[in-house]
């Protein structure tokens, strides 16, 4: 054997080691916190998340099927993979698609005063809300923490687009009814960022833009409904 050969052995060997102890303190911990904590943090790649994932259940899972543990809905992979093809989709339809990045208005507030616990609460209702205000067709997903993104599939006109953010941020702004030791009542707003992407943009650059840009764009809108005074919705088309 020679030195090389030798030296890529020993790695191999040091990295089964080192994957059989993450997966042992993986498996170890309250899969719901570590989920949450996995995807509110924005320093981790995909390929890191998906590792995560491995670790924690012990096989591979499609990323059409990964899920977020505490709220059920899809996360960034699944989502984008699923924006993708719906992009690539219109090349052949009329139809308009939006994409609406939402972050949560007063949320941190919410975990500091009351607790994780209560926080987790929130936002599964909250989730909720969000699937139940939206079409069939529509896309879903936690993005992570706090935020998350919404995808408007086979809309008619642009108009219909803000009608139906207004209907996502009316969901999220009444009055959140909490467990604890006593009942609390709650409230969140929402800074709501959209991009919509008309079929013509679609066909002339879908070399150039994809669905990562596309987030992008609404992430930024967000950012400036933000900086508008929040709990509010900001429109941009691409």
Not at 104 to 111: Q, R, S, T, V, Y
Not at 166 to 171: F, I, P, S, V, W
Not at 195 to 223: C, G, H, N, W
Request: charged share 20%; proline share 3%; glycine share 4%.
């Amino acid at each position: 054997m020679t030195d090389r050969q030798a030296k890529s052995q020993l790695v191999a060997e040091q990295f089964k080691t080192l994957f059989a102890q993450m997966q042992k303190l993986a498996q170890e911990a309250d899969h719901q916190e570590l989920v949450a904590q996995i995807h509110s943090d924005a320093q981790l790649t995909h390929l890191q998340r998906h590792i995560f994932q491995e670790l924690l259940y012990d096989q591979p899972s499609p990323s059409a099927t990964l899920r977020d543990e505490l709220t059920g809905l899809l996360i960034r992979s699944s989502l984008i993979e699923s924006l993708d093809l719906a992009l690539r989709g219109l090349q052949s339809s009329n139809a308009i698609l939006a994409v609406c990045f939402i972050d949560l208005d007063g949320f941190k507030e919410i975990n500091d005063q009351h607790g994780h616990a209560l926080g987790d609460q929130a936002l599964c209702l909250v989730s909720a809300r969000l699937q139940n205000s939206i079409r069939s067709d529509d896309l879903l997903c936690r993005w992570g923490g706090d935020e998350f993104v919404v995808v408007l599939q086979n809309v008619d006109r642009p108009e219909s687009v803000e009608n139906l953010a207004n209907r996502l941020l009316t969901a999220i702004s009444h009055p959140l009814r909490l467990s604890a030791d006593e009942p609390l009542t709650l409230f969140l707003g929402a800074s709501i960022g959209v991009s919509i992407v008309m079929p013509a943009t679609s066909m002339a650059s879908q070399e150039k833009v994809d669905a990562l840009t596309f987030i992008e764009r609404a992430d930024q809108a967000m950012y400036n409904a933000k900086k508008a005074g929040k709990n509010r919705i900001e429109i941009t088309t691409s």
